[in-house]
């Protein structure tokens, strides 16, 4: 975590290019176009999923509270790790609720998902303060906000000279649930659609029971949804640049950008996904 | 707060390096199928050097990305790399002999997408940012091919979803014990994104080398090669397995030898621990 300091660290929210506008909604009708000609509206109800599973990803990293190389001195609020890592725990924590849940069916996997990702974070946020508190013997205090918005504490009294603030708020450690949970249901959302594609596909191509390929079916999914989920993450992370405390952070506004890089992003990479065993045994 | 990232000037030019890496990792896979053209399965160790070569390529180009100070820590880069490049693998895997070929170009789409996004969308604005992403999926989409043609012997997608167990003396065809069926993928997808974060993130900064970052990228390419070795006996014959493994231990060992001596080189100055000598005649 040394990398800090992006060039658009102190600038305002940029919006998008109107390349990136045109090329966004271009890509995603291809997408959504090549799903429906590949496996007709299953395929484009499945990206459809995937989009929004991406979205949620990249929605929920912003309200994970990160605080980079300088939390780890105790110089800045959060959690001292980088955005991609701690996206990475909370979505494969979330990934394996979900799976698991699976079989008991979609309602059911998805709340796993999101008690799996928010109890990672909660447990992360819960014992990063206590390493902070009891071991670094330094108070929470944010150094964006006055008053923590939930609880009315106040922070100027706290906050030590020369840093932006230092521990987990409250209302860090909130937003860090909601963002694990975000994540834990963004990232199960997509392994179950692509689940249902390959539980579809792979018995008909191999001449198997969906007994026999469901190690195949679920590997793959899993893997494709670990991956889309780090994409995303990701990409949440470069619009970050950096460090963020939480949703009452200022950065938290720069949000719809990712939004709509996470839903193109997780288009193309979905239709890879979707599209996967089409050309198996043609070449 | 803010780190400045400091790259070492000099060095081999990225673009000559580019072209190693690609036509290296490129032939070096395709060396694999001379297990399909034989008959055998001695040079599958072949996948694991085009996974090494990729990896020296995507180091320099982590270089080059990072040293615009990202602001999201080094290893974001390494996991969006494997993130797109995993789906662009074994998409291209399914295309038989042209798999590699395939896979370089989905990876190519699917980076390209990434970097237009992170420009144009999320605004990073940073010059290198989409030839930097497509260099960075291709990279991921040739360690994961290569580590798995290492793993079971061949590129082939219903290579990599099919085993044989031996039971009773009966051999039997199964997806379980297979590289995707087991989910061996998600192994290879750390251990490559381990192999390409790692080592700029541990040589950036003052007096960075590129010859010691490179060396470095070998040396851990080398030590993800070690436990795909291992995972190989399940799937590979005994002595093709043992080839590989031995090929992996010497090619890491000589690169660990190699990656002291320099960095004994561009050190200050360092301390040989040596063993407290026991006075004589006892203390």
């Known amino acids: 975590m040394s990398a800090l300091g992006g060039p658009k660290q102190t600038g305002g929210v940029q919006s998008p ?52 190389a300088p939390a780890a001195m105790g110089q800045s609020p959060g959690i001292a790790t980088g955005v991609a890592m701690l996206a990475a725990g909370a979505g494969l924590a979330g990934l394996f609720g979900g799976a698991w849940a699976a079989p008991l069916g979609l309602p059911v996997a998805l709340a796993g998902g999101a008690v799996g990702g928010g109890l990672l974070m909660a447990i992360t946020c819960t014992m990063v303060n206590v390493i902070y508190v009891f071991g670094m013997g330094i108070p929470a205090a944010s150094g964006k906000v006055d008053k923590d918005p939930i609880t009315g504490d106040t922070f100027p009294e706290y906050k030590s000279q020369g840093t932006e603030g230092h521990g987990l ?54 893997i494709f949804a670990v991956a889309m989920f780090l994409i995303n993450a990701v990409l949440a992370a470069y619009n970050i640049t950096g460090t963020i405390e939480g949703p009452h952070d200022p950065k938290f506004k720069r949000f719809p950008r990712a939004v709509v890089a996470a839903a193109v992003a997780s288009a193309v990479a979905g239709i890879f996904a979707i599209g996967l065993l089409q050309l198996v045994g043609v070449f | 707060m803010s780190v400045k990232i400091e790259v070492g000037a000099g060095g081999i030019p990225h673009n000559r390096i580019l072209i190693y890496g690609l036509v290296g990792s490129l032939v070096l896979i395709y060396l694999t199928y001379l297990n399909t053209y034989f008959q055998t ?49 074994l998409f291209g895997a399914t295309t038989g002999i042209f798999a590699p070929i395939v896979t370089i170009v ?70 379980e014990t297979s590289v995707i069926g087991g989910s061996i993928i998600a192994v290879i997808f750390m251990l490559g994104a381990i192999a390409i974060q790692h080592s700029f993130n541990a040589c950036l900064g003052p007096g ?21 070795a291992i995972i190989s006996f399940a799937f590979i014959g005994t002595y093709a397995a ?42």
């Open chain 1, 17 to 68: 290019t109107a390349i990136g506008i045109v090329l966004s909604i271009v890509l995603i009708v291809v997408a959504l176009g090549l799903a429906y000609f590949l496996v007709q509206m299953a395929g484009v109800l499945a990206l459809v999923g995937i989009i929004i599973g991406g979205v949620l990803v990249a929605f929920g990293v912003h309200f994970v509270p990160v605080g980079g």
């Open chain 2, 242 to 283: 043992l080839v590989a493994l031995v090929i992996s231990i010497v090619g890491w060992f000589y690169t660990y030898r190699k990656y002291i001596v320099l960095s004994k080189r561009d050190a200050y100055a360092w301390l040989d621990a040596k063993p407290i000598l026991e006075p004589k005649g006892g203390a």
């Open chain 1, 169 to 222: 708020p409250f209302i860090s450690w909130v937003g860090g649930v909601i963002g694990g949970a975000l994540g834990g249901l963004g990232g199960t959302l997509i392994y179950l659609e692509l689940l249902d594609i390959y539980q579809a596909q792979l018995p008909v191509l191999l001449n198997a029971t969906v007994e026999q390929i469901a190690p195949v079916a679920i590997s793959l999914a899993g």
């Open chain 2, 41 to 89: 399965e001695y040079f599958a160790f072949f996948g694991g050097l085009a996974a090494v070569a990729a990896l020296i390529w995507g180091t320099d180009t982590i270089k080059h990305l990072c040293s615009y100070g990202l602001g999201t820590g080094v290893p974001s880069a390494g996991m969006i790399a494997l993130g797109s490049g995993v789906i662009a693998a």
């Open chain 2, 208 to 228: 960075e080398q590129q010859d010691r970052t490179l060396m470095l990228a070998a040396e851990c390419g080398f030590l993800s090669m070690i436990p795909v």
């Open chain 2, 106 to 175: 989905i990876a190519a789409i699917i980076g390209a997408v990434a970097g237009i996004m992170a420009n144009h969308v999320v605004r990073m604005d940073i010059p290198v940012m989409i030839v930097s992403l497509i260099e960075l999926a291709i990279v991921g989409a040739m360690t994961v091919l290569g580590l798995a043609a290492m793993a079971c012997g061949t590129f082939e997608f219903l290579g990599m979803i099919t085993g044989t167990v031996s039971f009773l003396g009966f051999t039997v065809q199964t997806y």
